[in-house]
């Protein structure tokens, strides 16, 4: 079929490069609206070389609308998605607003497509940081179980969005010219102090929740859980937990991951092949010739990379992994546009 496809939050970091992997993607598009707050209304925007002016979200944006991404910030999402499925339209939503809502499939496809089966005009789009981690954690419970993850992440400003970036360039740039600068923006927008990210690493993504983890933190546990394990947010199938930090990294995340499989028989080179054979996996794990994924060579890129992959030397079936994937496309736009893909190709792009 033919769609007609909004892109809400079409200006922001997200939307851009939904932008950018609709043109690429196999969807048939019979028109695109790009949408976004009344401050960049008129703008222009371009769609496979032709200029598309950016309009104001309102309810009626979604008049004859078949599919469309959301990545305008969750209170957005709340406004408006429920208003783009009364109209006919398949949501695909990248904010948390609706993750944890037990109607609202959270895919990653290559992991859990057949939750897609179960949705009601709304689908979520899970957190940058969880899906690089069960992109690499998947082929391994696969092959041999998964009992418990450790994770620490070490996440890229872009996450924070358009202004983050910004922020953390001027600031480098005032740093090295010896000169002060404010920060407004990092670690969270709406938190009480902010911090210079330029050249430091904050242990802060996301508001902070009473038992000391932040929300970013509890996004990566419940929604591990509910992806890897039949939509159970709190499931004790897989034990996880995450400490979460920003570095000064323009794009890509990276994560060091240790995890326990169930088969203790479990091997490095048999780990290295079950990713190897996963679909959206790169494998760069050549430790001799200094060979590991590294965030200036994920940006840009769909994949997820992983290297690094070597057993505890204590603990018999445990492993460490390192894992970089850009968080604009496979963490948010991609999976997102592959979220349509399959959609589509399984007939259950309509509402
Ligand atoms: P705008 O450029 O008009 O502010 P980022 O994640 O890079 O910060 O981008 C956020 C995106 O969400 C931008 O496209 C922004 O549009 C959009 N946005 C912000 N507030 C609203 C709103 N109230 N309605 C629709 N889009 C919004």
Excluded at 1 to 15: D, F, L, M, R
Excluded at 96 to 123: K, T, Y
Excluded at 133 to 146: D, N, S, T
Excluded at 157 to 184: C, H, M, Q
Aim: some cysteine; proline content about 5%.
């Amino acid at each position: 079929s033919e769609y007609n496809v909004a892109i809400v939050g079409a200006t922001g970091a997200v939307g851009t490069r939904m932008i950018k992997m609709v043109e690429q993607s196999k969807l048939h598009v019979k028109a695109i609206k790009m949408l976004a707050s009344k401050h960049s209304a008129g703008t222009k925007v371009k769609f496979r070389g032709q200029e598309v002016t950016v309009e104001e979200t309102t309810p009626d944006s979604f008049t004859g609308i078949d599919l469309a991404l959301f990545s305008a910030g969750g209170s957005v999402s709340k406004q408006y998605a429920p208003e783009a499925i009364k109209r006919g339209a398949v949501v695909i939503d990248n904010t948390s607003a609706f993750r944890m809502d037990p109607d609202v499939p959270l895919v990653v496809p290559e992991v859990n497509a057949e939750a897609l089966q179960q949705h009601h005009g709304l689908i979520a789009n899970p957190n940058c940081s969880t899906i690089q981690m069960v992109m690499a954690l998947e082929p391994i419970r696969e092959k041999y179980g998964l009992s418990r993850v450790i994770v620490t992440t070490l996440q890229a400003v872009s996450g924070a969005g358009n202004r983050a970036i910004k922020e953390t360039l001027d600031e480098s740039r005032a740093y090295l010219d010896g000169k002060e600068y404010t920060p407004e923006v990092l670690p969270v927008k709406g938190d009480k102090k902010h911090y210079q990210q330029a050249f430091n690493v904050l242990p802060q993504i996301d508001v902070f929740e009473d038992d000391g983890y932040t929300h970013e933190e509890w996004k990566m546990i419940h929604e591990t859980k509910k992806i890897m394990c039949g939509g159970d947010m709190n499931s004790d199938d897989i034990q996880v937990t995450a400490t979460c930090s920003r570095v000064p990294v323009p794009v890509a995340h990276s994560e060091s991951i240790y995890f326990e499989v169930l088969d203790k028989n479990a091997t490095v080179e048999g780990i290295q092949d079950a990713i190897k054979n996963f679909d959206g996996d790169v494998l760069q794990d050549d430790p001799a010739n200094q060979i590991y994924p590294q965030p200036i060579n994920a940006a840009g890129k769909k994949e997820t990379f992983i290297g690094r992959i070597r057993p505890d030397l204590e603990n018999k079936g445990s492993f460490h992994l390192w894992n970089v994937s850009d968080n604009l496309l496979k963490g948010a736009a991609w999976n997102s546009v592959e979220i349509a893909e399959y959609l589509d190709e399984m007939d259950l792009l309509r509402v």
